[in-house]
């Protein structure tokens, strides 16, 4: 459960947040809706550990979540910015496969294939920087998929799709 507490923050003199309260439940997707420059991208960053919060405060799973984050409370998220995490030239798989060395992840071949098997990947040869916008999202899934956080931030995740 993600639990904050009267967050602010600004920039400068900029009010962006003010005292937002809000809880979301484990194993439920939930959505920030609302107006261009309404905060959602400075939420989804301070929940990612991206940025700091001027007052308030945050649990992730009854732990604080104040940065800088404790390294098992960075394994748990993974944030997905609107910019796609795919290294523009390396193939599909060459991507998956730097990722898993990134995280330290110990995966077989077999795995590997099933992983672009199931995004509908496993074909495709060629450079990501050639892919659709629709073959870029669906890679930085099987990416997100691979590494299973327990927490997966979005931002404009429908952008593109």
């Known amino acids: 459960m993600i639990k904050i507490n009267n967050l602010t923050k600004k920039y400068k003199d900029k009010l ?24 959602k991208t ?13 007052h308030g405060s945050i649990q992730i799973d009854n732990k604080d979540a104040s940065i800088p984050y404790s390294k098992s409370l960075r394994k748990k998220i993974f944030s997905l910015p609107v910019e796609n995490i795919s290294v523009e030239y390396l193939t599909a798989k060459e991507n998956l496969l730097y990722y898993s060395e990134l995280f330290k992840l110990k995966l077989s071949d077999r795995k590997i294939k099933d992983i672009l098997q199931s995004y509908n990947l496993f074909e495709e040869t060629d450079f990501s920087v050639t892919f659709s916008t629709g073959m870029k999202k669906r890679l930085d899934l099987a990416i997100l998929d691979m590494i299973a956080p327990e927490i997966i931030l979005l931002d404009e995740p429908s952008l593109g799709a």
Do not use: H, M
């Open 16 to 39: 962006v947040l003010d005292k937002v309260n809000l809880q979301i439940p484990s194993n439920k997707i939930s959505f920030f809706v609302g107006k261009n420059g309404s905060g």
């Open 42 to 54: 400075t939420l989804i960053d301070i929940l990612a550990g991206l940025n700091k919060i001027n």
